[in-house]
């Protein structure tokens, strides 16, 4: 089975404060996402991957940034919590390219900011 | 961008019913997933199904592509079934190039003993 793995689970940080999101994945896939997710609004993408050092914006990437040095870890940064950063966020990686690229995603990472 | 409407938007079950969920998308698409998120969070992928049917033990999926809408269907609901049912589509794309999953809203499933 492929795993998924996010480095933490519950998080609780100050607002100004830099925050690493860490994900890892053991199927070398070529893809990876991160996602948040927020009550109403469903998931949305803020950043994904297609390849290590490569990285696109999603729908919502203003406040957070990514890095990819390895093929099976992907992570999100957020450089200054704000408040608006409250949410879950969910890593999801995949393999193949249009039309062929079906996720797998992590447990999740709830994110407090105070 | 394309948009994924799932209906209902919440559904409360007694164990052992029957359900269908909906879900329609306003462009072409290439790509059609079903995810459950369970209470806990965590989304497990259910069907891949760009078009046809599937079926994985007490639950189907069919996609009519033409259409623009997918099916769930979950025959004798259990508890554990309870969570909130995703639909995502990648749209077909015009060009080369990445296209991206976009999600429904959910519909929320309640299962009661």
């Known amino acids: 089975d492929v795993k998924v793995t996010q480095s933490s689970r519950y998080l609780v940080k100050r607002t100004g404060e830099k925050v690493f999101l860490e994900c890892v994945q053991d199927m070398d896939h070529e893809n990876m996402f991160w996602y948040r997710q927020d009550p109403g609004l469903g998931l949305r993408l803020i950043y994904f991957?297609?390849?290590?050092?490569?990285?696109e914006k999603g729908d919502i990437p203003e406040g957070y940034s990514v890095s990819r040095e390895k093929k099976e870890r992907f992570s999100l940064i957020l450089e200054s919590a704000s408040t608006n950063q409250t949410s879950m966020y969910l890593c999801?990686?995949?393999?193949?390219?249009?039309?062929?690229?079906?996720?797998?995603f992590g447990a999740g990472s709830r994110l407090t900011v105070l | 961008g394309i948009q994924v409407e799932q209906s209902p938007p919440d559904l409360i079950l007694q164990e052992g019913a029957n359900s269908t969920l909906r879900c329609n998308f306003s462009d072409s698409v290439n790509n059609l997933q079903w995810f459950h998120q369970n209470p806990w969070g965590q989304l497990i992928n259910l069907f891949y199904?760009?078009?046809g049917t599937k079926q994985n033990g007490r639950l189907s999926a069919t996609t009519v592509a033409t259409e623009r809408y997918s099916l769930l269907y979950i025959s004798s609901s259990q508890t554990t079934d309870s969570g909130v049912y995703f639909c995502a589509v990648e749209r077909s794309p015009m060009n080369t190039g990445f296209q991206k999953l976009v999600f429904g809203t959910g519909t929320r499933l309640l299962v009661s003993p």
């Open positions: 999801a990686s995949g393999q193949g390219g249009s039309g062929a690229n079906v996720l797998t």
């Open positions: 991957s297609y390849d290590v050092k490569m990285k």
């Open positions: 199904i760009p078009s």
